[in-house]
Each structure stands twice: as structure tokens, then as C-alpha cells.
């Protein structure tokens, strides 16, 4: 079983077809956007990646949004493990 990892992006200061381009690339890149949550992806690594190789794979992936995007600052939390992303868990009042 491989990594798996949620990245919460935050892209201040960009404009709507900087961050439309922005998420162009990490779609390409196969990240997926988690559905209902503004500024939550998850990537997916298979069993032969180290977790620093997913980091550094990771971090290639933003810069590489960024030189295309022109984006000019990306914020960003990263949490990497084995275990799945929960994702869209809602709850109701």
C-alpha cells in the first residue's frame, strides 16, 4: 500500500485564470480535487515511493503550477500517510 496524501492549497493573492491554470496542472499531474472543499487535494503515490521521494514529488508538482501559472505565493499544509484520505464526511444540525 502506498502513501497517500491530503494537501490543504491556499493561493492568496491569485487571480480566477491563475488558479483555474494552477489546477489545471495538478490534475495533470494526478492529483484530485476533493469535491465540496475549496482548497483540499489528494495524491495518490503507489508502494514503490519512499515518503520522501512523495514529498519532493509533491513540492515539484506546486512548483511546477506555479512557474506556469504565475502564481506568486502558494501556501499550503501537507499530511502523508498510508492510510486513505477520509473525505467529505458532512454533517447535519
Known amino acids: ?4 496524501a491530503l494537501v490543504i492549497l491556499e493561493l492568496p493573492n491569485a487571480s480566477e485564470e491563475q488558479k483555474n491554470i494552477f489546477h489545471t496542472v495538478l490534475l495533470k499531474e494526478l492529483w484530485f480535487k476533493i469535491q465540496n472543499l475549496n ?5 495518490a503515490f503507489n508502494q ?9 514529488a509533491i513540492e515539484s508538482d506546486l512548483k511546477k503550477a506555479q512557474e506556469i501559472s504565475g502564481v506568486q505565493q502558494i501556501q499550503y499544509a501537507l499530511q502523508l500517510d498510508i492510510q486513505l484520505v477520509v473525505k467529505s464526511c458532512q454533517t447535519q444540525p
Open 1 to 4: 500500500m502506498g502513501y497517500k
Open 39 to 43: 482548497t483540499a487535494w489528494e495524491i
Open 48 to 56: 514503490n515511493w519512499s515518503r520522501g521521494s512523495a514529498i519532493e
